[in-house]
């Protein structure tokens, strides 16, 4: 009768394997919750190239780094075969043995504890590497990582530290993007500056324009008050003497009017450059 009703429902047994993956990640999601709710599994920490670091000196405390290394080393293998990357100039077979004795040779400091069919497996494929051949190895490190480290990373100090960096990171962010409305009136400001220069510019221009020719005619005339007030410099009347100095002092003022002139055709000169 089983049979029977098995027959009539040919897929209850994958259905069944499937409900049984998901009750097994619900049940892995709430163990790797934080404590604020929220959850997090070691594919997530492994893809968050922020949080590696953080995650590698926490597993470092529980001396549990190397399977992490490992675990990294043996997917940038991987990938590197699949796609034909290079390995950092080396072949397939000296990269496989290098990452073999770092991670599998008993007198190495970085040795980690492996299932013993899995390591004798590895072994033997040392002979003829090939890109999947530490994926069993990887799988393991993965497990130990996340039964050992992440339950207790998630509710750590340093995890906390780090969710309130990135927390203040993207606010910091979301308050540098300006708003439209904020653009336009910084946009009005821009505009309202740039057409009182054009006021000034224009006045500046008019004034001298009308000045230009007074001014070079004082020219002249300061020059001769000047010339007139030096040869009186050598006269012993005390009247002339009073003079000469009137006379200097109004050439010299009139000579700064030139000065002046100067600078004004220089700020004017500024101007047009600054407005086009």
Do not use: W
């Not at 190397?66 to 940038?76: G, K, T």
């Not at 075969?81 to 100039?89: A, E, K, N, V």
């Not at 994926?135 to 969710?163: G, H, I, M, T, W």
């Amino acid at each position: 009768g089983r049979a029977q009703g098995r027959g009539h429902h040919p897929h209850s047994s994958s259905t069944l394997r499937t409900r049984t993956l998901a009750a097994t990640e619900r049940a892995r999601a709430q163990s790797n919750m934080s404590s604020d709710g929220t959850a997090l599994t070691l594919h997530q920490v492994i893809n968050n190239n922020s949080l590696v670091p953080v995650f590698r000196l926490f597993s470092a405390s529980l001396r549990l780094d190397d399977y992490l290394s490992f675990y990294l080393d043996a997917r940038e293998f991987r990938n590197a075969y699949s796609y034909g990357r290079s390995l950092d100039g080396k072949s397939v077979e000296v990269r496989a043995k290098e990452i073999y004795e770092k991670y599998f040779n008993p007198s190495s400091l970085t040795e980690i504890d492996m299932d013993p069919p899995v390591m004798e497996k590895l072994t033997e494929e040392l002979e003829a590497p090939y890109g999947d051949m530490f994926d069993k190895a990887q799988r393991y490190a993965f497990e130990v990582l996340e039964l050992k480290a992440l339950r207790e990373f998630v509710r750590s100090e340093a995890y906390k530290n780090f969710r309130k960096r990135e927390k203040s990171l993207y606010q910091k962010r979301e308050e540098k993007v300006p708003d439209i409305k904020e653009i336009e009136i910084q946009f009005k400001r821009i505009k309202d500056a740039q057409q009182h220069l054009n006021e000034i510019y224009t006045n500046i221009s008019k004034k001298l324009a009308s000045n230009t020719t007074a001014i070079q005619n004082g020219q002249a005339l300061a020059t001769l008050f000047i010339e007139y007030g030096e040869s009186l410099q050598s006269s012993d009347d005390e009247d002339a003497a009073v003079l000469s100095e009137c006379l200097l002092k109004a050439g010299q003022v009139m000579r700064n009017l030139e000065d002046l002139q100067q600078t004004m055709v220089r700020v004017k000169n500024e101007l047009t450059a600054s407005l086009g």
